[in-house]
C-alpha cells in the first residue's frame, strides 16, 4: 500500500487561507483531496483524474487550487476564502486508476485526515 501523510491543516478565521499538502510514499499518478464534516458523509473536494486534469467540486466556487509535484510525490490544495462550511477533517486519496475521481470507493489508499477548522 502507498503511504500518505497529510499537512498543513489547522485553526484559521472566515475569510483566510490554508494550503494542505499530501506526500506519498512512492510515484502514484492519481491523487485527491476528500473531506468530512461532522455528521456528514465524506465529499470529493479536488483531484486528478486518470487523465491527469484537475477536477474540483462545484461547492467551491473556484476556491481552492489543486496541485501536483509529481516527482516530489506530492498533492497541494490551496484554499482561499474559506468558510465555516469548509471546516472537516481532509483526507488525502489515491491510486494507480482512477474511473471517476469524486468516487470515493475508487482509491485504494487513503491518509489518516488532518483536521481544518474555519470560524467566523
Known amino acids: 500500500a502507498v503511504r500518505l501523510v497529510e499537512s498543513g491543516g489547522g485553526s484559521v478565521q472566515a475569510g483566510g487561507s490554508l494550503r494542505l499538502s499530501c506526500t506519498a510514499s512512492?510515484?502514484?499518478?492519481?491523487m485527491a483531496w476528500y473531506r468530512q464534516a461532522p455528521g456528514k458523509e465524506r465529499e470529493g473536494v479536488a483531484g486528478y483524474d486518470h487523465d491527469g486534469r484537475r477536477n474540483y467540486a462545484d461547492s467551491l466556487e473556484g476556491r481552492f487550487t489543486v496541485s501536483l509535484d509529481y516527482y516530489k510525490k506530492t498533492l497541494h490544495l490551496q484554499m482561499d476564502n474559506l468558510k465555516p462550511e469548509d471546516s472537516g477533517l481532509y483526507y488525502c486519496a489515491a491510486d494507480f486508476w482512477c474511473g471517476d475521481w469524486v468516487d470515493a470507493a475508487e482509491y485504494k489508499d487513503w491518509g489518516q485526515g488532518i483536521e481544518v477548522t474555519v470560524y467566523s
Open positions: 512512492e510515484l502514484i499518478p492519481i
